[in-house]
């Protein structure tokens, strides 16, 4: 499988780096501060290939507290971050369905 900082990376407009905790599995976006937060409204917005490439490399090399980092496409409307695609849509509501209770 090829690294995500070796693949061809294509901005088509607004983007973020997201990925998953490593404790505990929520979805955590990049901030500006070199940190990570689970409210998309604090991500860092990229608007260009290099400027993605290095918010990714950052957030690669944080593999203690985040794996599986990638470039998602966002909407800002009126300065408001907004998922850009379906799956982001989903990863940032959380689960689709209830869980079922854990047996005792």
């Known amino acids: 499988m090829t690294s ?4 061809k990376i294509k901005i088509s407009g607004p983007s973020i780096v997201t990925a998953n905790r490593t404790g505990d599995g929520v979805v955590i976006y990049r901030t500006g501060e070199k940190s990570w937060s ?5 991500a860092s917005v990229v608007r ?3 400027e993605a490439r290095a918010l990714l490399s950052e957030a690669v ?14 909407d800002v409307i009126e300065g408001k ?7 982001e849509h989903i990863r940032s509501e959380g689960l689709t369905i209830p869980l079922l209770p854990v047996p005792a």
């Open 38 to 42: 689970a409210r998309i409204a604090d």
């Open 61 to 74: 090399a944080d593999d203690v507290g985040a794996i599986g980092a990638y470039i998602a496409p966002v």
């Open 4 to 7: 995500p900082l070796q693949q």
């Open 48 to 50: 260009n290939a290099d």
């Open 81 to 87: 971050i907004e998922p850009g695609n379906l799956r």
